[in-house]
T-cell receptor
Framework: AQRVTQPEKLLSVFKGAPVELKCNYS??????LFWYVQYSRQRLQLLLR??SRESIKGFTADLNKGETSFHLKKPFAQEEDSAMYYC??????????FGTGTRLTVIP | GAVVSQHPSRVICKSGTSVKIECRSL??????MFWYRQFPKKSLMLMAT?????????EQGVEKDKFLINHASLTLSTLTVTSAHPEDSSFYIC?????????????FGPGTRLTVL
């Protein structure tokens, strides 16, 4: 069975400090992973997908199949990065399996 | 970008009544929509995949007679919680795939908070 683990429910960092939100997965198939973000009073939205190997808003995430991880990183956190972050695993044709989320707070 | 709306944003109902939640894709046609449920301090749980013009596909453990899904048009899917009970109180979120965009991207609605008294 699939599993997505985000071990930190809450994470606080100071502005300008590096930030890493952890995500580990368990899946028997070929994994496709995503990070979704929900800013205060806004809906959930896609931040980035591992296939694209893109950097969005300064965030990057590398799929490490050996460690079954897909950690989200940013070298210098900004206040506007404060939000709820969800790691998601695509299972089947359409389904997304979400982790429990990490609330990031960037302290000014 | 693609926009998905939900109505109502919150609803309070008495136990035993039925509640309908609408999910609309505002600027695109969605052949596939998804319904999620979010428990407090827990993750989003996929309830069902709604396919336009055909029956919804329910996830294991989700009662299809309890949570009726209708996807009668390319821009509207509805979730009806039948004979609601307090344990059905939750945050229900829909999402939709925009066929014009990346195949893996889902666009989420703002959610509906259901409280059953």
């Amino acid at each position: 069975a699939q599993r997505v683990t985000q071990p930190e429910k809450l994470l606080s960092v100071f502005k300008g400090a590096p930030v890493e939100l952890k995500c580990n997965y368990s899946y028997s198939g070929s994994p496709e992973l995503f990070w979704y973000v929900q800013y205060s009073r806004q809906r959930l939205q896609l931040l980035l997908r591992h296939i694209s190997r893109e950097s969005i808003k300064g965030f990057t995430a590398d799929l490490n199949k050996g460690e079954t991880s897909f950690h989200l990183k940013k070298p210098f956190a900004q206040e506007e990065d404060s939000a709820m972050y969800y790691c998601a695993l695509k299972t089947g044709a359409n389904n997304l399996f979400f982790g429990t989320g990490t609330r990031l707070t960037v302290i000014p | 970008g693609a926009v998905v709306s939900q109505h109502p944003s919150r609803v309070i109902c008495k136990s035993g009544t039925s509640v309908k939640i609408e999910c609309r894709s505002l600027d695109f046609q969605a052949t596939t929509m998804f319904w999620y449920r979010q428990f407090p301090k827990k993750s989003l749980m996929l309830m069902a995949t709604s396919n336009e013009g055909s029956k919804a596909t329910y996830e294991q453990g989700v009662e299809k007679d309890k949570f009726l899904i209708n996807h009668a048009s390319l821009t509207l899917s509805t979730l009806t919680v039948t004979s609601a009970h307090p344990e059905d109180s939750s945050f229900y979120i829909c999402s939709a795939r925009d066929p014009r965009g990346p195949p893996d991207t889902q666009y989420f609605g703002p959610g509906t908070r259901l409280t059953v008294l």
